[in-house]
Structure formats: structure tokens, C-alpha cells
């Protein structure tokens, strides 16, 4: 989820990074939210796209791979990332209609503060007024009447978000490599392993299914494994954390009133909750976005940490009373794939021009997927 501010990265703010022909061939390796979408997006310009991933789209090891994840253009002052979900929330919409499949639930985002400031809210009010998306403010009296359910006798007033919401985040995925495939493009099941770098260009990529792959440009959008891939680059760069998500049962009686509430965002607390109540009916899901303890993507066990559970206990149980013995239905462990400073990357390999790295999604990419991939596809692609 990662509620940061920061400022915005540069490379996406440069006019080209790389300037690929319409008629050149690209291999991307991760078919997660980063490089399915950019995946589909380069195709759909005209290259030649070959798509591979170790373990297929939306797996269970990969960041991409839960039920759902919240979209909110909130991002305090920072408008390059506010600008992106708007777009992103448009591509969104426009391609669960194409392929008929519900991916985005329009339920809210319901942002609850304990201070009378919250920068990370109050900055993006400017944008969202420029953007016609505006927030409602929402005094202790009203946030009370409207979501009964929430305990607000620590908080200041709350701020609703009516064009955020939910996505379904593996179904999605899966979704971006089937229209991928459907366009045109080719996917490999396999892992791939980058060949040597000869003149400033990767030569191939070696795929564990005994095929080696050429192309123009390698796109490397490969999550938490971004630092095995590259260890002598992005070891330190791109670090892998354990996170959990919760999910909760909640009360027989009241199941439609906890389901109706928005995605919401305890935005001043300690370790950053945040929830997607009706969360595909699986359960009332509790994120935990303070970093975790180090974690390798491929061999970690995907076991909640007792500490952690036990402090998420008391904190739902504290904003939610309703859910004081509320019983765990199912938990996840996902791995952040942590930029330094949260940024996106989006660079060339210091020794190959043709290896560009995608990656760094660090808790909030998600939801940027779509427009993202779109991003990329024009820094790449001549126009
Ligand atoms: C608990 C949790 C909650 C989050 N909440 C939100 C949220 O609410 N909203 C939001 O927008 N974002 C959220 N995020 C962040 C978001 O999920 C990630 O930023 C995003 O999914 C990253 O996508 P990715 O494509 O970079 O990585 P991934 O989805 O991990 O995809 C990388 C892919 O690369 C493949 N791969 C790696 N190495 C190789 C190789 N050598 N050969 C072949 N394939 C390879 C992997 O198999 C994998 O499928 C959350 C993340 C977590 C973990």
C-alpha cells in the first residue's frame, strides 16, 4: 500500500530513454503488473514482444499475486504519481469493459487522520480539484454517522476519496497476459538468466526451458528478484521485505455493513493499516505496510509472524470494536520489492544499453500498472 511522499523519479520525467523502431523486438521477463502491462503496451505499438516468467502471471510468490489492491491517487504533494493513477484509473476502466471482467470496485478511499494537518491528504487536495475528482472532507460528527463501524475517538476528522477503491489484483494479472497473448505477443513459462554483455548490449537471455532468446531490448521487470537478477547493480537497490495482509472474519449478523465500507487508510498511526473490507469476499483484509524483516522471494515460507499478528490484533480490534474476536480466514505473505526511496526505477544497466530495468514498486505500484506500462512504452518507442 506505502503511503509515502516523495519526490518525483527522473528518469520518467526525461523525454526517451531508450529509442527502439516500431519494428523491433523486445523481451520482457515478469509478467507481473509491471511487465505484463508494459508487455501489452509495447505490442500494441508494434514491437515484436516476447513475454516470460518463471512461475506465470499473478503467482502466489509474487508481489502481484493477491486478491486485491487499493488505488488512490493520493500522494501528498508528489503530482507525477497523482497524474499517473488518474490515467491508470482511466486504462483500468476502459479494459475490464474491453474484456468483460470486473477488476475495479468503485467503493472509496476513506482516509482517517488524526491530525487537524495531514500533508500526505491535504497536498493532493490541489490536484484533486484540477483533476475534477474532488475529496470530501468529513468532521468527526459525519465520519461517526457514516461508518458506525469505525472507532474515531483518536481521530480528527477523515477525508473520502469517492474515486479510488479496489482492484482484483491476480485476477488482473492474469487478465493483462491473456489479452497479451490474444493480441499477438508470445509467453514462456521458464526462468530466465541474462547472457553476457559484450560492446555495451546483452548478447541473450538463456530460458530454463533450453531456449535462448535475442532481441533489440530486454525489459527486466522482475519484482523482488530484481536484485538476484543483477546482484552486481541492483543488489543493494532493490530490497526484498516480508509483509502481511489479514483477512478477518467478520460478525454473521453484519457481513453487508463491514462488506459496503470503503478501502480505508489509518494514515497516522505507527505501522501504516490499511483495509479493503469486502475484499472479494474473502475476508475483511488488514495490510500492514510498515517494512517487515528481510525476505528471499523464491525460498521464503509464507508464515504470518506472531508479533506482527498480535499487534494487528489490537489495532482492529481498537478501530473496528466490532471485530474484537473477529477469527483470522486467511493471511498472506507478500515480498515489497523496495526502491530506496519508494520510487519507481525505470533505467538502463550502467554496462548495457539495451537492458532496462523496471521495478521498484515498493509497496504501492499496483495500481499503477496500466498507465505505467504505457509510460514506459513511450520513453521507449519512437513516436
Ligand atoms: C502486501 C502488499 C500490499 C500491497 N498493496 C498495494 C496496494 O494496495 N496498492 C498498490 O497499488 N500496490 C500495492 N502493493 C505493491 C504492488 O503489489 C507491487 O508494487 C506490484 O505488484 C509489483 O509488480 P511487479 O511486476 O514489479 O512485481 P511482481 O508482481 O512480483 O512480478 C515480478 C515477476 O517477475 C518474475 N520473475 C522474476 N525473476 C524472473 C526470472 N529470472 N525469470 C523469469 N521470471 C522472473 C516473477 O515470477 C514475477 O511473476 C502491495 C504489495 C504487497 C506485497
Known amino acids: 500500500m506505502a503511503a509515502n511522499t516523495f519526490a ?3 528518469a520518467f520525467l526525461q523525454p526517451q530513454l531508450v529509442l527502439l523502431p516500431r519494428t523491433a523486438s523486445v523481451v520482457v521477463v515478469g509478467a507481473g503488473a509491471f511487465g505484463g502491462w508494459t508487455a501489452l503496451h509495447l505490442l500494441r505499438r508494434g514491437i515484436h514482444v516476447t513475454l516470460v516468467d518463471a512461475w506465470g502471471p499473478g503467482h502466489s510468490r509474487s508481489s502481484s499475486g493477491d486478491e486485491t489492491r487499493v ?3 493520493t500522494y501528498g504533494s508528489n503530482r507525477f504519481y497523482f497524474d499517473l493513477n488518474v490515467r491508470a484509473l482511466e486504462l483500468w476502466k476502459e479494459s475490464e469493459k474491453k474484456w468483460n471482467k470486473k477488476l475495479f470496485h468503485n467503493v472509496g478511499v476513506l482516509w482517517l487522520c488524526y491530525q487537524e494537518s495531514t500533508p500526505l491528504v491535504d497536498d493532493s487536495v490541489p490536484f484533486t480539484k484540477a483533476h475534477g475528482m474532488p475529496y470530501e472532507y468529513l468532521e468527526l460528527k459525519e465520519l461517526r454517522r457514516r461508518y ?6 483518536d481521530l480528527h476528522h477523515g477525508w473520502f476519496d ?5 482492484l482484483m489484483a491476480r485476477e488482473s494479472t492474469r487478465a493483462v ?3 497479451f497473448v490474444q493480441e499477438g505477443g508470445t509467453f514462456l513459462q521458464a526462468h530466465a538468466q541474462p547472457g553476457n554483455i559484450r560492446n555495451g548490449k546483452l548478447e541473450d ?3 530454463s526451458i533450453g531456449v535462448k532468446l535475442q532481441a533489440d531490448a530486454y525489459v527486466f521487470a522482475c519484482g523482488s528478484w530484481m536484485g538476484q537478477v543483477f546482484p552486481e547493480v541492483l543488489k543493494n537497490v532493490i530490497t526484498c521485505t516480508k509483509q502481511e495482509a489479514y483477512y478477518f472474519g467478520v460478525p454473521q449478523a453484519d457481513s453487508e455493513s463491514y462488506d459496503a465500507m470503503p478501502a480505508w487508510v ?4 505507527n505501522d501504516y493499516y490499511y483495509g479493503i473490507p469486502g475484499n472479494a469476499s474473502r475476508g475483511f483484509k488488514l495490510g500492514v505496510d510498515r517494512r517487515g524483516e528481510s525476505f528471499d522471494p523464491t525460498y521464503g515460507e509464507r508464515l504470518a509472524n506472531p508479533q506482527v499478528l498480535e499487534r494487528a490484533r489490537k489495532f482492529i480490534a481498537h478501530r473496528f470494536p466490532g471485530l474484537k474476536n473477529a477469527p483470522l480466514v486467511e493471511n498472506r505473505v507478500c515480498p515489497y520489492e523496495n526502491s530506496p526511496d519508494g520510487n519507481f526505477i525505470f533505467d538502463k544497466h550502467p554496462e548495457a544499453s ?3 530495468f523496471l521495478g521498484g514498486g515498493s509497496g504501492h505500484g499496483f495500481k499503477h500498472g496500466p498507465a505505467l506500462g504505457e509510460h514506459v512504452t513511450n520513453l521507449m518507442v519512437e513516436r
Open 8 to 10: 518525483p523519479p527522473a
Open 71 to 73: 488505488i488512490r491517487s
Open 148 to 153: 458506525p463501524l469505525v472507532n474515531t475517538d
Open 162 to 166: 469517492p474515486f479510488g477503491g479496489y
Open 177 to 179: 497476459a491473456e489479452a
Open 205 to 207: 537471455i538463456t530460458l
Open 266 to 269: 489509518d494514515v497516522d498511526g
Open 354 to 356: 539495451n537492458i532496462i
